[in-house]
């Protein structure tokens, strides 16, 4: 035997000897989650207008909507949010003379990312996309109607006092488990679900589900804070579709 082959066949042993001495992983069912009474699925956003053809198309954002669809009828309770803004909002960079989507101003609750026109109250770009087939959806929650005000919480607008009236809702209703879904990951996803925690709902972030914008290393960002506070990232397989 030469030394390759028996550093070889070491090798081999030692995985072999590894692997024995592991507990074999449990099946992916055991690890299934299971959408009960006190559960709810939010569906943030999905809207034309962070659709291809939108005034702010998330990349792939279409994407959600067949994910969303199959998960959403193991879910006696949905809630839809849209994105509601009117005219001359204080988040479009048109309401700024000088400046451009995408750059950050400070406003009087603090930094604003500024945003093209989109999602205006009432147009095409704010309606619901066509595709989602959700018809048990009980609540739809506007928010970011306030023209000096933005909103990417479904919870609580920006200025982080004012609130929507949807921990009272979902209180209300006995809910104590949270998943969310959507567009888009790094803004109206992330900040609902970092309220929904702060709420004391148990929160799930439905990562196939979603789909970001990522501005300036935005998503890797909202996924650090998000598992920081207690958000449980999980995929859409992770849930028992009965
Ligand atoms: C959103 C930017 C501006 C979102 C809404 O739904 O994530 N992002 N308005
Ligand atoms: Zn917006």
Request: hydrophobic share 40%; net charge neutral.
């Amino acid at each position: 035997m030469n030394r390759r082959t028996a550093l070889t066949l070491l090798a081999g042993m030692s995985i072999a000897v590894r692997t024995r001495a592991t507990p074999p992983l449990p099946s992916r069912a055991v690890l299934r989650i299971r959408p009960d009474a006190a559960s709810v699925l939010i569906v943030v956003d999905v809207q034309n207008c962070f659709i291809a053809g939108g005034t702010l198309a998330v990349p792939h954002g279409e994407d959600v909507v067949p994910v969303i669809n199959r998960i959403a009828p193991a879910f006696a309770n949905v809630v839809l949010t849209q994105d509601w803004h009117p005219r001359a909002h204080v988040s479009f960079a048109s309401s700024h003379p000088g400046h451009k989507p995408f750059e950050t101003i400070e406003v009087v609750y603090g930094r604003q990312t500024l945003w093209p026109d989109h999602c205006v109250q009432g147009t095409n770009d704010a309606a619901l996309d066509r595709d989602l087939e959700i018809p048990q959806a009980e609540l739809i929650v506007r928010k970011g109607f306030d023209r000096a005000v933005d909103s990417y919480s479904a919870f609580r607008e920006a200025d982080r006092t004012t609130p929507t009236g949807l921990q009272g809702y979902l209180t209300e209703r006995g809910i104590r488990r949270v998943f969310i879904c959507g567009l888009a990951t790094d803004f109206c996803v992330a900040w609902t679900a970092l309220d929904s925690r702060a709420a004391g709902f148990e929160t799930y972030v439905i990562e196939d589900a979603c789909r970001g914008i990522d501005l300036k290393g935005s998503l890797a960002a909202a996924w650090q804070e998000m598992t920081q506070r207690g958000v449980r990232r999980i995929q859409s397989g992770d849930i028992e579709l009965a």
